[in-house]
């Protein structure tokens, strides 16, 4: 458990905190009701994943944030998509042996307190694997500067997943992640 500028920061139970956890990436992420309705069951699925680990961020009892991942499995369906795009820019070795963040988000009002920053650096941590790989919108956004300042790089750009018409950047960094200011 970890005291973050009012918000406690602690495992939970993934399959337990899903709708509270979808909730909160409605909200972070713009998603419709619709969209919910479908990442509820995919939740649900990766709850069961060997490996998975989970964190929320909680402020007066309610979530605020949360973030989960796994050891990635190139079988798993995001890793199919992104293995072309990491083998023609050389990287398709991102794929074994690697932690995957499958999900972080902090609602708006909790975003620049450190609250993501916490969330993916006690994931990493616990995952006892030597790099990350995420995948976030490929655009100059807050979650893109918060993950470069980690120490997380491009391994691909411009990649595409079925059903949005949004582009994505695929980061790899290696573990421990950076601290702010750049120090390990």
């Keep these: 458990m970890d005291q973050l500028t009012g918000v406690t920061i602690e495992a939970i139970d993934l399959a337990a905190w899903a709708p509270q956890a979808l909730e909160v990436q409605a909200v972070a992420f713009g998603l ?9 069951h ?13 964190f929320g961020a909680m402020s007066g009892g309610r979530l605020v944030g949360f973030g989960y991942g796994m050891p990635n499995q190139r079988e798993h369906w995001w890793s199919t998509v992104i293995e072309p795009y990491l083998t023609a820019q050389g990287y398709a ?3 074994d042996d690697v932690f995957a963040v499958t999900e972080l988000h902090v609602l708006p009002e909790f975003q620049g307190q450190g609250v993501g920053s916490r969330l993916i650096r006690l994931l990493c941590e616990g995952s006892g694997l030597d790099r990350s790989i995420l995948s976030a919108i490929d655009a100059e956004t807050p979650a893109r500067r918060l993950y470069r300042a980690l120490g997380y790089q491009d391994l691909a750009r411009a990649v595409r997943f079925p059903a949005t018409d949004r582009l994505y950047a695929v980061m790899g960094a290696r573990l421990p992640l950076r601290r702010p200011g750049g120090i390990a």
């Design 42 to 54: 995919i939740v649900g699925r990766h709850a069961r994943q060997p490996g998975v680990i989970a």
């Design 32 to 40: 419709t009701p619709e969209e919910v309705a479908v990442r509820l």
């Design 93 to 95: 070795d991102w794929l």
